[in-house]
């Protein structure tokens, strides 16, 4: 299986979407208005979360793209001579571009939203049929970044077949990517980047390269038509599953989902599993922590969705971590981690409740400078997890000679000292433990 992931990160390098001065090289760092307000957005909002990163040393932490996601336009329609999206001028008085030039006046980026159809989720104009007029407003206004959704697609440009993906959004599982109960599956060996769902979001990719303005390209396409196949040649990120919810049965799901496609994940291209959650609903603080050191370590984009303005200092305290950051913006390594024990269940397992328990990654000089190591608890109770060095992939070799290493919690920031052998923690219900491991000892 590892052999088969070295071989798909190689192609994947070799395809990826590869963009002037490292826009989307490392996944994103920044904060999205949908989640914490949904449409009840304006300019004041945006210009408050902004603030607050640099205020709260987010963007010290390399946090730096503010992103306004649907409802940020007149919902009436396009300007009938320019046929440009028309921002709302209640909302944002002085049009994206004031707003953009507050944003880029704190050293921050700027992100907006569309999407792939003829509207977006909440029935607003989107940019199909309209991709080079809107790439090019984007540009004009001083947009930095484009999250591209999936809503409003006419039914003459839905797909001819169903891609299988592990998902519950239409009440089925589908391990490995295996069918079930569905008449319209593709045929074997489909090639999904001619899919219709494909040339829609390259059509929107081909209109960004084409404008004098450097644009991150995200693709919401929620996990269809195989996007893990052609993402990483169309974006920079690629969602892969249906939209996240406060909730820790959906996170833990899409984590679940997320680890069988972290082959694809590399410099240029990664898999996203949807906005940061931290924050938000009931989750306990142990989910919340869990939560954010899964997509860490996946290296998923790392979106924050709550408000900022009154954010809990234990919220924020996660968001802050360092070296979960930094293994996650690593200048050297692209890769994330992968899980290499499932331990709640056997090895490969496709459990939405329960996904896999102990990840690991390398990290290089100029980051951590050794293996972050990520013990899960996916039960509902206390339970003891337990880190041997023989089984951590990049630390077995290693072991054999010596037995010991330098162990750092990753929370706490404690130095754990020489640990040999293994390193056992007690975990409440849906918490994790992060682990950098260095030298040996």
């Not at 977006?120 to 104009?125: E, F, M, R």
């Not at 913006?329 to 269940?345: C, E, F, S, T």
């Not at 939405?352 to 951590?368: C, I, K, R, T, V």
């Amino acid at each position: 299986m590892w052999q088969f992931l070295t071989l798909s990160l190689l192609v994947s390098r070799a395809t990826a979407l590869v963009r002037p001065d490292g826009v989307g090289r490392v996944p994103a760092l920044g904060w999205n208005s949908w989640n914490a307000y949904n449409c009840e957005i304006d300019a004041d909002k945006i210009l408050t979360a902004a603030n607050e990163v640099v205020n709260l040393g987010l963007k010290s932490l390399g946090y730096e793209y503010i992103n306004i996601d649907d409802c940020w336009s007149v919902k009436s329609g396009r300007d009938p001579t320019t046929k440009r999206i028309i921002p709302d001028p209640d909302k944002f008085p002085n049009g994206i571009s004031g707003v953009a030039d507050q944003v880029h006046a704190l050293g921050l980026k700027l992100g907006i939203y569309s999407s792939a159809g003829l509207t977006t989720c909440a029935g607003y104009p989107a940019s199909l049929g309209y991709e080079e007029i809107d790439a090019q407003s984007f540009a004009e206004w001083g947009v930095d970044y484009l999250k591209y959704d999936n809503c409003g697609v006419p039914t003459n440009l839905t797909d001819q077949y169903t891609y299988c993906v592990p998902d519950s959004t239409d009440g089925s599982y589908f391990p490995n990517g295996t069918c079930v109960n569905l008449t319209d599956a593709a045929p074997a060996n489909y090639n999904w980047a001619t899919s219709t769902t494909a040339k829609r979001y390259t059509r929107m990719r081909n209109a960004l390269l084409n404008v004098n303005r450097t644009i991150l390209y995200s693709l919401c396409d929620w996990g269809q038509a195989d996007v893990n196949d052609w993402g990483n040649a169309t974006g920079n990120s690629w969602r892969m599953s249906g939209d996240i919810t406060p909730t820790w049965s959906r996170i833990a799901e899409i984590a679940n989902e997320n680890s069988f496609l972290l082959n694809y994940a590399n410099f240029w291209g990664y898999p996203d599993p949807d906005m940061l959650e931290v924050g938000n609903g009931n989750l306990t603080l142990a989910e919340n922590r869990a939560h954010f050191a899964l997509w860490a370590v996946m290296k998923a984009p790392l979106i924050i969705g709550t408000p900022l303005s009154t954010i809990d200092q234990s919220h924020l305290t996660i968001l802050s971590n360092a070296p979960l950051l930094t293994f996650h913006q690593d200048p050297l390594i692209g890769r994330p981690a992968y899980p290499y024990k499932w331990g709640y269940n056997a090895d490969w397992t496709f459990d939405p409740a329960h996904p896999a328990e102990y990840w690991s990654g390398p990290s290089s000089a100029e980051a951590l400078n050794g293996t972050l190591v990520v013990m899960l608890n996916s039960q509902e109770t206390t339970q003891t997890r337990t880190a041997f060095w023989k089984e951590v992939p990049e630390l077995k070799d290693l072991y054999r000679r010596g037995g010991g290493f330098r162990v750092r919690d990753a929370w706490t920031g404690n130095d754990l000292g020489c640990v040999r052998d293994k390193y056992s923690v007690r975990l409440g219900a849906h918490d994790v433990g992060v682990l950098v491991v260095g030298e040996v000892c």
